[in-house]
């Protein structure tokens, strides 16, 4: 049963880097089969795909956040990494990480979120 | 960008209620169509993908069904477990995965 799981800090600054981690358990992350993907969800409201990675490092990322952001993996620690730069307000967020299909590109399982507060 | 509508917003019901929910994509995207519940405080939770095609563990309750650019979600007999948001999510694009604004089923 694969498993993922969120972590970084909960509070950025304005104008820094909102960085975070997610670890995959129960699988293998270098499975040919899947993207890894991050969505965020502002507070009480709807789902947005911030982009997802492939296993070799090949990236895509939704155009309206593509200027600012950065996903990387590490096969090695099963980890997946997101950096958001120069954040504001408006990222304040929870931050899901998942999996996808590579063929039919549905999020399955997710982690459970973490919540990104960007303030002063 | 293939813009996902959902409706209604939200809607009341009752335990045993037939409940339909309706997704509308900007173009046509086959049967690429996706529906997650997400409960409050917890991730969103795969339903259905393909348009159809029920998820393990899924009761049977819920079905999905359309293709092009109309969809619909439906419960057959609402559980009280059942209240909770439910979400669109369209994956014809590989290049931009888009999710519909969502339905708030309550009591």
């Known amino acids: 049963q694969v498993q993922l799981q969120e972590s970084g800090p909960g509070l950025v600054k304005p104008s820094q880097t909102l960085s975070l981690t997610c670890t995959v358990s129960?699988?293998?992350?270098?499975?040919?089969?899947?993207?890894w993907s991050w969505i965020r969800q502002h507070p009480g409201k709807g789902l947005e795909w911030i982009g997802y990675?492939?296993?070799?490092?090949?990236?895509y990322y939704n155009p309206s956040l593509k200027s600012r952001v950065i996903m990387s993996i590490d096969t090695s620690k099963t980890q997946f990494s997101l950096k958001l730069r120069s954040v504001t307000a408006a990222d304040t967020a929870i931050y899901y990480c998942?999996?996808?299909?590579?063929?039919?590109?549905?999020?399955?399982?997710w982690g459970q979120g973490a919540l990104v507060i960007v303030s002063s | 960008d293939i813009q996902m509508t959902q409706s209604p917003p939200s809607l009341y019901a009752s335990v045993g209620d037939r409940v339909t929910i309706t997704c509308r994509a900007s173009?046509?995207?086959?049967?690429?169509l996706n529906w997650y519940q997400q409960k409050p405080g917890m991730a969103p939770r795969l339903l259905i993908s393909?348009?159809?095609s029920l998820q393990s563990g899924v009761p049977s309750r819920f079905s999905g069904s359309g293709s092009g650019t109309d969809f619909t979600l439906t419960i057959s007999s609402l559980q009280p477990e059942d209240f909770a948001t439910y979400y669109c999510?369209?994956?014809?694009?590989?290049?931009?995965?888009?999710f519909g604004g969502g339905t708030k089923v309550e009591i």
């Open positions: 998942a999996r996808t299909s590579v063929w039919s590109r549905e999020f399955d399982p």
């Open positions: 999510q369209q994956s014809y694009s590989t290049l931009l995965l888009t």
């Open positions: 393909a348009a159809s």
């Open positions: 990675i492939y296993s070799s490092g090949s990236t």
């Open positions: 129960g699988g293998s992350i270098s499975s040919g089969a899947y993207y």
């Open positions: 173009e046509s995207i086959s049967s690429y």
